[in-house]
């Protein structure tokens, strides 16, 4: 039995807490607006509100939005962005096929919301997570654009999730306690697969979602925390993307990783996906890690044990490999925090296949700043060129020597990289782009 | 409720064991343990099929589960029915089939190739008209290049339902042709087509790619032999991998000119790749021959068209069918040759433009004079064109930019010999109601709309007063949606029912229903399918910027110049112009299904790369000049294929303007743009 909170009722559902929560809807509790596009947290058609958040439902495990408070197209009827953004769409003739329109109004809600107020470029940026094969956008933009100039309030807010019960079945594994957690991490077993945004885990998975063992973090509230302290931050790995973007601490002090916060697929998927979540997935490809390499994070690992902290160097071990030991979680990431930097200039640069909602072929992390003493640093980490993420030491040597010395540090950066050729991209592709990359990066921070 | 949301209670769930081979010999099929599997109902290969085994539109080629042989890579070979999703999928998997490997066709075929079926070649035709000049041409360009396979990717997949109601097999499917569908379906199961009844309803988009049977023989197979209702939705995995595609292209096209800019000889040849089964093939080679010189005279032509079945899975229609494969020739070719003789783009295109009763492409009369004088003089004036000095100094410092365009022409309708007409009924009921019924879908392009307008004014009534039924295969005849033709044709066929109906009412009639057939006039045939009645233009101008550092393209602005016939409603023109271009910036940019031995490599959202909306230019204006056609009553023209072809032309014109390259593959890859740029800077 999982219980979920739907449109203000709630529903006890006989049904496996594994399964996607996009499932639950349209099968169980028969709320078929919410669309199946694609399984993969691509097209944004299942789109609902989770906390006053969009997500995409078919990447939300149905026993993690226990306490939570779910939206979906059924319950925007009587609210009043919502109903105020389907009726531009039909003045603008926003609807072709209409099949992704109910994800672009979920996703609208918080869109024009965000974006009232703003220049046009917001709200197209919060928009990268919606697919649609009809319309080409053109009117549906113009839809939410009148929308967001009316300035429309909701009265679904953002809320932390209700706390919810211990739950231990076979096969999924929920501790609503840190101690409840060291308990569950006491005898793992083999199977064990932690979950926590599952924007990863549940993409890998898509057909056999019921055949895992999954300990599932979504209850712990402890997990999700932004601490700020004298000399670093500690971000709780059930921290997402979005929380991480918005962070202020954050955003002073580690502004690189601010930045790449907002580059991790889009909206739907920054709200979900965490960085304990991008770390343990270990792809080379993440665009969370240049940054955290670039200033020296570690990450807390939890066992039934006690904790241990580890470079994000010799965390991530390969492609896919961390040195996480079976029984241990990462509980946090602690990035150090240096006070009075100057003169900084700092960067997180990637291209992949298209302009949102996309997987990086290469990124370069970048952060020079002058130390309170007068000591010039420099830091550059570079990602999906090599099995794990690079910083190039070549490279920051010479522009702490020498600051002016781009072209030679784009041939540095360009040497460091060890990429290989994939569906993405070829490797001297990889090459180019890196090098690229830096050069754009280093232009656009110095120009603007 | 889309096909996807439709689910009836005590429904079995459907899936396909499908094969895991590009091309091979299926020795043995064995469904025993996919049977044992609890929950599962009925496993049902070919065997189980009591009618016709094959299918296929123009060529019944095709076999609805394979027998003895599979040709592409995730063919049906089973049909698994079961309780529960998850028994079905488990079925799926347990299906076990023993296979003698073959050699796998590839494109282009190579010496040594398998034969798949009689010929290698399913289409092979040599056209033109004149003979090349003796006299040297000024100037001699050939541009050479090749286009990808695309995927439709419609946001809902292939899916629907079936049940079985008083005896008569009923079919809720996203499909363009119900009336087809439904023969299809009665051939298969050996039944008589008063038997069978197809409904689309409102489906998560088409594009051409759901003409072709898809769920629907296997849910009416289960739903038959069962008796049970059954739903099935394939996942998108299995779309990308087994649905139709746009055909890929290996083009050339060499044009000649005097020095003034005259326009001598065309020599085209073009090589498509059929797949497996010929599908919708020769209606794609044949656009592509009628297309391929583009809306421009030629002394002499000469074209030469060819498909080869190979084991890539299967092509046919897609939007635009045969448009951007041959238009980027013509349109590439035209913008060399502006560049070349320093004549203006516009005035080189103006000075070559075909009118009524020349010769053109392959060698047809063209019935009207084209429609491109005035909207190339609207283009060049345009904010966008007459920016362009501006927009590209503008550039930063890593970025080139440029403007370009392109000039094209597409038609609407069906081909010579291909229009059957449409039928429509109108009624009004004793509450004054009226309804409208007809047989074709609306895909998402808003015919529906168009439909009522059309009644609604032909009546004198509101459109708040008509109901209809559409998409049914019980109501009257219309025919499909595709090829631009339900505005042009069943619009047609509306306005007759509506303009009978009501002289019947104004007549006090006690009989107020009509059924109208409209059929419009067809051209002399060159071919069967060429040439057509007319065709629609339009002008595109592109502005974007390549960045040096990274090869990235991005569109910044496109502004349309569309020529429209009578407009039914003006924002349903817009918005087939914009999808048409967002699919057609996808091909020249993003869209490339990767095969290899003929296995899809990227058939998912991850890495087949659609365009997101900040892929799109942030600023598209579109301007519609109404024109109306004169074959046809209603004055319209079809408009939802037309923004396609055009849009790869202009950025690739575009991208010349910015770099100087020219490209041999679309899409236009940023390696591509990046190898190109340092060779350049090599030379």
């Not at chain 1, 000591?375 to 920051?396: C, D, L, Y």
């Not at chain 1, 522009?399 to 360009?414: G, K, Q, S, Y």
């Not at chain 2, 997101?612 to 209603?634: F, G, I, W």
């Amino acid at each position: 039995m999982t219980t979920v909170n739907v449109n203000g009722t709630k529903h006890a559902v006989e049904t496996d807490p594994r399964r996607p929560l996009l499932d639950v809807l349209r099968e169980d509790l028969n709320l078929r607006g919410s669309k199946h596009g694609c399984g993969e947290g691509e097209c944004g058609a299942c789109t609902v509100i989770v906390n006053g958040a969009p997500v995409c439902a078919c990447l939300v495990l149905a026993g993690s939005v226990e306490g939570a408070e779910v939206t979906t197209i059924e319950g925007m009827d009587n609210d009043p962005v919502g109903t105020e953004i389907v009726r531009n769409m039909a003045n603008a003739g926003a609807v072709q096929c209409g099949f992704c329109i109910p994800g672009f109004v979920m996703q609208g809600w918080d869109a024009v919301q965000r974006a009232s107020g703003k220049d046009p470029e917001t709200l197209r940026a919060e928009l990268g997570g919606n697919l649609c094969r009809c319309t080409g956008y053109a009117k549906i933009l113009e839809a939410l654009q009148t929308t967001a100039a009316t300035r429309p309030v909701s009265p679904i807010r953002a809320r932390r999730p209700d706390p919810v019960p211990d739950l231990r079945l076979n096969g999924y594994l929920r501790p609503a306690t840190m101690d409840a957690l060291r308990d569950a991490l006491r005898d793992p077993g083999e199977k064990l697969r932690v979950i926590a945004g599952g924007t990863d885990l549940m993409v890998q998975n898509r057909h056999g979602l019921e055949t895992l063992t999954l300990l599932d973090l979504s209850g712990l509230t402890e997990l999700t925390r932004i601490d700020s302290f004298d000399d670093r931050i500690e971000i709780g790995a059930g921290a997402s993307w979005t929380d991480i973007r918005e962070n202020a601490q954050i955003r002073e002090h580690a502004p690189v990783l601010a930045l790449a916060a907002a580059e991790v697929g889009a909206r739907q998927i920054q709200n979900r996906a965490t960085i304990g979540g991008n770390l343990a997935n270990a792809s080379p490809a993440a665009d969370g890690v240049p940054p955290l390499a670039i200033y020296d994070a570690q990450v807390l690992c939890l066992s039934a044990k006690g904790e241990r902290a580890v470079p994000i160097q010799a965390f991530i071990t390969g492609p896919g490999k961390t040195c996480l030991e079976p029984g241990e979680i990462i509980r946090a990431v602690s990035v150090p925090v240096e006070h009075d930097r100057q003169d900084t200039v700092a960067f997180f640069e990637k291209s992949g296949p298209r302009k949102a909602q996309t997987i990086s072929r290469a990124s370069v992390a970048c952060h020079i700043w002058t130390a309170s003493d007068g000591t010039r640093a420099v830091r550059i980490a570079i990602g999906a060129v090599a099995p794990t993420v690079r910083r190039v030491p070549e490279a920051e040597a010479l522009l702490r020597e020498t600051p002016d010395a781009i072209e030679a540090a784009a041939d540095l950066v360009r040497q460091a990289a060890l990429p290989i050729s994939d569906i993405r991209a070829s490797a001297d592709y990889r090459m180019d782009l890196v090098q690229g990359l830096f050069k754009r990066g280093f232009l656009r921070a110095t120009q603007a | 409720m889309f096909p996807s949301d439709l689910a009836s209670d005590g429904a079995l769930f459907l899936r396909l064991a499908r094969a895991d081979r590009a091309h091979a010999r299926l020795v043995s099929i064995d469904t025993t343990r996919a049977l044992a599997v609890p929950g599962v109902v009925a496993v049902l290969t070919a065997k189980d099929i009591p009618g016709d085994r094959l299918f296929g539109m123009i060529q019944r080629d095709q076999p609805f589960l394979a027998e003895d042989r599979v040709l592409y890579d995730g063919e049906a070979l089973a049909v698994i029915a079961a309780e529960t999703e998850a028994a079905a999928r488990e079925a799926a998997a347990l299906v076990e089939v023993t296979y003698e490997d073959l050699p796998v066709a590839g494109f282009p075929p190579a010496p040594g190739d398998p034969l798949l079926h009689d010929t290698r070649y399913c289409i092979d035709m040599d056209l033109g008209f004149g003979t090349q000049a003796d006299a040297a041409p000024a100037h001699d360009i050939e541009i050479a290049f090749e286009t990808p396979r695309q995927e439709h990717a419609f946001l809902e997949t292939e899916a629907g339902i079936a049940w079985i109601e008083d005896g008569v097999l009923t079919l809720s499917v996203g499909g363009q042709s119900p009336h087809f569908d439904v023969a299809e379906i009665a051939a298969g199961l050996g039944i008589e087509q008063t038997k069978v009844r197809v409904l689309n309803p409102m489906m998560g988009g088409a594009f051409g790619g759901k003409e072709d049977m898809n769920v629907q023989f296997p849910l009416a197979l289960a739903t038959w032999i069962t008796g049970r209702p059954s739903r099935l939705m394939y996942d998108r995995d299995e779309s990308i991998r087994v649905g139709v595609k746009r055909h890929a292209f290996q083009t050339r096209c060499r044009v000649t000119a005097d020095a003034q800019g005259h326009l001598m000889h065309a020599d085209v040849e073009m090589l498509a790749d059929a797949g497996a089964y010929l599908a919708y093939t020769p209606v794609v080679t044949n656009q592509a021959t009628e297309h391929c010189t583009g809306p421009y005279k030629f002394a002499s032509t000469k074209v030469r068209t060819r498909a080869a079945y190979t084991n890539n899975g299967i092509a046919s229609a897609f939007r635009g069918v045969g448009g951007p494969q041959s238009l980027l020739g013509i349109e590439q070719a035209m913008d060399v040759l502006a560049r070349q003789s320093g004549i203006d783009p516009f005035e080189l295109r103006r000075r070559n433009l075909l009118k009524a009763g020349d010769l053109a492409g392959p060698g047809f009369r063209l019935q009207t004079d084209t429609l491109l004088a005035p909207l190339l003089n609207a283009a060049e004036s345009g904010a966008l064109w007459q920016g362009r000095d501006a927009y590209r100094a503008a550039a930063p410092a890593w970025c080139k930019r440029g403007v370009g365009m392109a000039s094209v022409w597409y038609s609407y309708g069906l081909g010579a010999g291909g229009e059957a007409g449409a039928t429509v009924r109108l009624s009004q009921a004793p509450t004054g109601r009226f309804t409208l019924e007809l047989g074709v879908p609306d895909v998402g392009n808003g015919n529906l709309t168009a439909f009522l307008q059309i009644a609604a004014e032909g009546l004198g009534a509101r459109i708040e007063d008509l109901d209809y039924v559409m998409g049914d295969s019980a109501g009257p005849n219309s025919g499909a949606t595709h090829g631009s033709r339900t505005i042009y044709v069943v619009g047609n066929a509306v306005a007759k029912a509506a303009s009978e109906l009501r002289a019947k009412l104004d007549a006090g009639t006690d009989d107020p229903v009509v059924e109208a057939f409209f059929q419009p006039v067809q051209p002399e045939m060159l071919v069967r399918g060429i040439p057509h009645i007319d065709y629609n233009y339009i002008v595109q101008v592109t502005a974007l910027e390549v960045d040096t550092l990274t090869g990235e393209v991005s569109v910044a602005a496109i502004e349309n110049h569309v020529e429209t016939g009578r407009m039914i409603n003006p924002q349903g023109v817009e918005g087939q112009i914009d999808g048409a271009v967002a699919q057609g910036l996808g091909l020249a940019l993003y869209e490339d299904l990767v095969l290899e031995e003929g296995r899809v490599k990227n058939p998912n959202f991850t890495n087949y790369i659609l365009p997101t909306l900040l892929d799109l230019p942030a600023s598209t204006r579109t301007y519609l000049y109404e024109n109306p056609d004169r074959t046809n009553p209603l004055g319209v023209r079809g408009l939802g294929e037309l923004g396609l072809p055009v849009t790869p032309c202009s950025i690739a014109n575009a991208v010349a303007d910015a770099t100087g390259l020219r490209f041999d593959r679309f899409p236009i890859s940023p390696q591509a743009v990046l190898d190109g740029l340092r060779q350049e800077q090599g030379k």
